[in-house]
């Protein structure tokens, strides 16, 4: 257990908890002492229950169909505050579901993971080994940030990468996902093969289904190109509604499609299930908008300083 622990003087207070219809999903506002404002999602499914963990305040990446990347970067989380996230899910996890704890933890709630590795990976240390969640239960998220990933690669705990690869050629990716200009679809590849072959781990690339834009059986037959190449698993998540991205997900039936498409070449494919929707707790859609006026102060992430992408990746 934890104990002693400097970096745990209340560093989240709870301001609003979100709970879904089917009771399954829970999602946590938490302000920040310095009143910048995260989220983190809780949910439980019939084998395990899983903490989604943001890992920074806001997100530089400007990943288009992302509410996090919409609002822009405001600055990343200390140790404290990510583990923080876990004890709260811990404890929320034996609250609401006696007969279970919480098993599995996921690095994509706010931020890009790996452009805050100097304080994830004391976290991951400190998750495994003082809270005791295997570091297999433990999966990390990035859209491709190399210098992270060549870092992670030498991380001595055998935690899951997970690429947010959503197109597999660089003009698509690219639109999509800006941080492609500077670390494109070919060096990425090139890492997770250095990665393979020094971790002996397979990766995963998670792909937000989006309709007419990454779902033709083209993007499919790139996609499983790139799979073959590193051994990766795919993961199809259909895209959640977010206000400032004028398209939509994938109809169920194209994901189903696409996955067959995938499954037919031999590479390992999962929908996943879509958490959350309606309180705005899933994949792509974190932004710590809730109207605060009722607790008597209002905390809209636009009132902070953002900071440049270029400062943060140096
Ligand atoms: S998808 Fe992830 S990396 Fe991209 S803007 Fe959103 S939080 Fe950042």
């Known amino acids: 257990m934890l104990k002693g622990n400097p970096d745990l003087s209340p560093a989240l207070e709870l301001v609003h908890l979100s709970r879904s219809q089917d009771q399954l999903t829970d999602k946590a506002l938490f302000k920040l002492s310095d009143g910048q404002v995260i989220e983190t999602v809780l949910m439980h499914y019939p084998d395990r229950s899983t903490v989604c963990v943001s890992s920074q305040a806001g997100c530089a990446m400007n990943c288009g169909f992302c509410a996090t990347g919409q609002r822009g970067f405001f600055r990343h989380l200390k140790v404290g505050e990510i583990i923080e996230q876990v004890i709260w899910a811990t404890n929320r996890t034996k609250l609401s579901r006696s007969d279970r704890r919480l098993s599995n933890i996921v690095f ?4 890009e993971p790996l452009a805050n590795t100097k304080n994830l990976f004391p976290s991951l240390r400190r998750i495994n080994s003082e809270i005791g969640i295997g570091a297999r239960h433990i999966t990390v998220s990035t859209v491709g940030i190399i210098p992270g990933i060549n870092k992670f690669t030498h991380l001595d705990l055998q935690v899951n990468l997970a690429i947010s690869l959503h197109a597999a050629n660089n003009q698509k990716r690219s639109a999509l996902i800006p941080i492609n200009n500077r670390y494109p679809v070919e060096d990425l590849m090139d890492t ?3 990665y393979k072959k020094a971790t002996n781990r397979r990766v995963s690339f998670e792909w937000a289904m989006i309709d007419g834009v990454n779902d033709s059986d083209q993007d499919a037959s790139e996609l499983i190109g790139l799979s073959i190449q590193v051994g990766a698993h795919v993961n199809l998540i259909p895209l959640n509604p977010t206000p400032g991205w004028p398209t939509k997900g994938s109809p169920i039936q194209r994901v189903r499609e696409f996955a067959a498409l995938i499954e037919r070449a ?15 707790a899933a994949c ?16 809209y992430l636009e009132n ?8 943060l990746l140096n």
């Open 266 to 280: 031999g590479v390992p494919v999962s929908i996943r299930d879509n958490r959350g929707t309606e309180i705005d």
């Open 192 to 194: 997770l093969l250095r």
């Open 284 to 299: 792509g859609q974190l932004a710590g908008t809730i109207d605060l006026m009722s607790h008597g102060e209002q905390i």
């Open 108 to 111: 994509m709630g706010m931020g």
């Open 304 to 311: 902070s300083a953002k900071i440049e992408l270029g400062a």
